[in-house]
């Protein structure tokens, strides 16, 4: 089946949080990881951690092994290197979506050190090194773009030497937006290979190989032109790696239907957003956030040049999203709870939003917001929380699937509601719609529309 012509039943809550029965053992080994995590925080205990060398000794991965009793899919394992100014919309998906599938996923950094900050201001915890990845062996090589992230994915020679063998051997390799063009073509990678890149580097490619298409796959080679791209890129590879049933299940838990048909956007009560400063948003995470919301969040309105403030409200800084990946907060919760804010947006997760839920700072700061005629955002299970303070009273809302009976006046079939001055969506790959309807009041659907470019996102006329 190709990847492509993916149709999928209309989705309800039941297939909307189902897990593949064959990696089923993997996710909830992952979910017992992140909550292991939470509880050490709920307890006042210091979470477990390995101090590194600076010679790194081997490679550290949230990610379980599947390859166990349980789990009748044979171990995957994928390497996704990052570096500073690497997409992290691209990183994040591609991590968050083949862990998903139930593949051992290691983030390797070019760097040295293993924080890294992305090209929209996210920072990134890896797990690795990738000098202690030159030895192992890969099902996957897997290249988030950005710039300057891609060049200094191509001028690592340790990454350079892997992908080449990677190639060589035959084994499966890819690469997104300025990826295929930056460190690829260089590397000797790209001959006799069709490959699509973003728009602003196609003419780097040799141009009769060069194919403008979303998605573009050559023997071994996997290539895809950018943010807005991401997700059909990441499930290619899924299929690629396990399989068409798999795949299949991955994108109804993303909510990615393809034949659901439901409208981007319902607005009721409209009112402008517009401030006449450029906004200031905060987005509270803890851990068991959804990465992919953050980040996506974070992502777009950063690149609409909203001043955005990832707030972090457990002890550390660092926070363990749902998937496994380590995001750092900009600073505490409390550090932020001084400031004004036009705007305060809680992601999703389900563990995440327990521990949102259980912030008295975040639930003062939110009554305060609403008390001020401020705007309140929510998306995926945190609109829940706005419920429970009653801060959706009388507004319409739409939320994850799995939460929407819970909710007063639900409004099913739309991926993002606008309600007077809150906002809420369905979460996980609808974040990239809800990103942008954010976008579309504070400045305008022209400034979305460039947003949705550079992403190579189709914004709605």
């Given at each position: 089946m190709a990847l492509r012509s993916l149709t999928l039943p209309p989705l309800s809550p039941v297939a909307a949080t189902k897990k593949p029965a064959a990696v089923y053992a993997a996710v909830q080994s992952s979910t017992l990881s992140v909550y292991g995590s939470i509880r050490n925080c709920q307890t006042q205990e210091k979470p477990v951690v390995k101090r590194r060398s600076k010679k790194p000794t081997g490679i550290i991965s949230p990610t379980p092994d599947t390859s166990s009793p349980l789990s009748?899919?044979?171990?995957?394992?994928?390497?996704?290197?990052?570096?500073?100014?690497?997409?992290?919309?691209?990183?994040?998906?591609?991590?968050?979506?083949?862990?998903?599938?139930?593949?051992?996923?290691?983030?390797?950094?070019?760097?040295?050190?293993l924080e890294v900050e992305a090209a929209g201001g996210t920072r990134l915890?890896?797990?690795?090194?990738?000098?202690?990845?030159?030895?192992?062996?890969?099902?996957?090589?897997?290249?988030?773009?950005?710039?300057?992230?891609?060049?200094?994915?191509?001028?690592?020679?340790?990454?350079?030497?892997?992908?080449?063998?990677?190639?060589?051997?035959?084994?499966?390799?890819?690469?997104?937006?300025?990826?295929?063009?930056?460190?690829?073509?260089?590397?000797?990678?790209?001959?006799?290979k069709q490959t699509t890149c973003h728009p602003a580097f196609m003419d780097k490619l040799p141009t009769f190989w060069s194919v403008k298409?979303?998605?573009?796959?050559?023997?071994?080679?996997?290539?895809s032109r950018g943010p807005g791209t991401c997700f059909e890129f990441s499930l290619s590879l899924v299929e690629q790696l396990f399989g068409d049933l798999v795949t299949e299940e991955i994108a109804a838990t993303l909510l990615l239907n393809a034949a659901d048909g439901n409208?981007?956007?319902?607005?009721?009560?409209?009112?402008?957003?517009?401030?006449?400063?450029?906004?200031?948003?905060?987005?509270?995470?803890?851990?068991?956030?959804?990465?992919?919301?953050?980040?996506?969040?974070?992502?777009?309105?950063?690149?609409?040049?909203a001043n955005v403030v990832v707030a972090s409200v457990e002890k550390s800084l660092k926070v363990l999203a749902s998937s496994g990946t380590k995001i750092m907060a900009d600073k505490a919760i409390g550090a932020a709870a001084d400031s004004v804010h036009d705007l305060i947006i809680l992601p999703g997760g389900t563990l995440g939003v327990e521990r949102l839920q259980r912030s008295r700072i975040v639930k003062k700061m939110l009554k305060e917001q609403q008390l001020s005629g401020r705007i309140l955002g929510a998306i995926c299970?945190?609109?829940?929380?706005?419920?429970?303070?009653?801060?959706?009273?009388?507004?319409?809302?739409?939320?994850?699937?799995?939460?929407?009976?819970?909710?007063d006046d639900a409004v099913s079939g739309v991926r993002v509601v606008i309600d007077g001055k809150v906002i809420t969506g369905r979460g996980l790959a609808t974040a990239t719609d809800f990103g942008l309807a954010i976008v579309g009041k504070l400045f305008g659907s022209a400034r979305a529309r460039s947003v949705a470019e550079g992403l190579v996102f189709e914004y709605p006329r």
């Open positions: 009748p899919v044979p171990l995957k394992k994928v390497l996704v290197p990052i570096g500073f100014g690497t997409e992290e919309m691209e990183a994040v998906i591609m991590i968050d979506v083949l862990r998903r599938s139930g593949a051992h996923v290691t983030v390797a950094s070019v760097e040295e050190q915890v890896a797990d690795a090194f990738i000098s202690a990845c030159s030895d192992q062996t890969f099902d996957l090589v897997a290249l988030p773009g950005g710039m300057p992230g891609s060049a200094r994915l191509r001028d690592c020679q340790v990454l350079r030497d892997i992908t080449i063998k990677q190639a060589e051997a035959k084994r499966l390799y890819a690469a997104i937006c300025a990826a295929p063009a930056v460190a690829l073509l260089p590397w000797g990678l790209l001959k006799r298409s979303n998605l573009q796959i050559s023997g071994e080679l996997t290539t409208s981007r956007k319902e607005e009721f009560n409209e009112v402008s957003w517009s401030s006449g400063h450029p906004p200031q948003v905060l987005i509270p995470i803890a851990n068991g956030c959804e990465e992919i919301e953050v980040v996506t969040i974070v992502d777009i309105l950063r690149r609409a040049k299970s945190s609109p829940t929380i706005l419920h429970k303070q009653g801060l959706l009273k009388g507004k319409k809302a739409t939320a994850h699937p799995s939460v929407m009976s819970m909710l």
